[in-house]
């Protein structure tokens, strides 16, 4: 699974650092809502994708976001989606593995996951510095399914983005995307299934 606007609604979190980040470096100005279709990347590959016209440095511009995001991220500022932790406790009942593989740095990842009452839940997490290629590659996952030992026609990648998804098909798992995060029913369109509610995962599963 994927975490930010999958499991934890970081939107708003996430697309007010990147716009601060921007003001402070003298970037070029961007909309929120492209702001927010970074959302999926990680740091270091966002500037070349949102600021094409300029030359950025894309350390700088990690170390900045990072900074300012630790700045903002306040108690509360992020919250699960609505269903996500009774369906999750219910799917780890019945004996399915819950892993996440996010682009998210793993320090704010295991930060959340321990704040928000999901530490006894997953099973094993990939932060964006734990793998050597970041989304759409399959990376992540096939880590995640040699750990494991599980076959990829027997996981599914649950995300909200079109990077998720096509992390999921690049790996062979099943995919599934989540209508009500960052990304476009279109844009999930490849998606073997899609839910507008979290809970509609547990009759997939």
Same mark, same amino acid.
């Given at each position: ?18 716009? @601060?980040?921007?003001? +402070?470096?003298?970037?070029? @100005? ?5 702001? @927010? ?15 094409? +016209? ?8 990690a ?7 630790h ?23 019945q004996g399915?593995?819950l ?11 295991v ?13 094993y ?40 998804? +096509?992390?999921?098909l ?14 476009s ?7 073997d299934?899609l839910?507008?509610?979290f809970?509609?995962?547990? +009759?997939?599963?």
């Amino acid at each position: 699974m994927d975490f930010d606007g999958t499991l934890g609604d970081t939107t708003a979190l996430i697309v007010r650092t990147t716009q @601060a980040a921007i003001r +402070e470096l003298g970037l070029p @100005a961007r909309s929120d809502e492209e702001c @927010a279709s970074m959302i999926g990347l990680r740091l270091v590959e966002i500037p070349p994708v949102l600021f094409p +016209e300029a030359k950025v440095d894309c350390d700088l511009y990690a170390a900045t976001y990072r900074r300012l995001f630790h700045e903002f991220d306040t108690d509360g500022a992020v919250q699960l989606y609505p269903h996500v932790i009774d369906t999750l406790k219910l799917l780890n009942k019945q004996g399915v593995i819950l892993t996440i593989a996010s682009s998210r740095s793993r320090n704010t990842l295991v930060k959340y996951i321990e704040n928000l009452g999901l530490k006894d839940i997953i099973r094993y997490v990939l932060g964006a510095d734990d793998v050597k290629e970041g989304k759409p590659h399959p990376e992540g996952i096939c880590k995640t399914l040699e750990k494991f030992n599980i076959p990829a026609d027997q996981a599914v990648m649950v995300g909200d983005t079109v990077f998720d998804i +096509e992390m999921g098909l690049n790996a062979g798992t099943k995919t599934c995307g989540v209508t009500y995060g960052n990304g476009s029913r279109a844009s999930l369109a490849k998606a073997d299934w899609l839910i507008d509610d979290f809970r509609q995962l547990k +009759e997939l599963i």
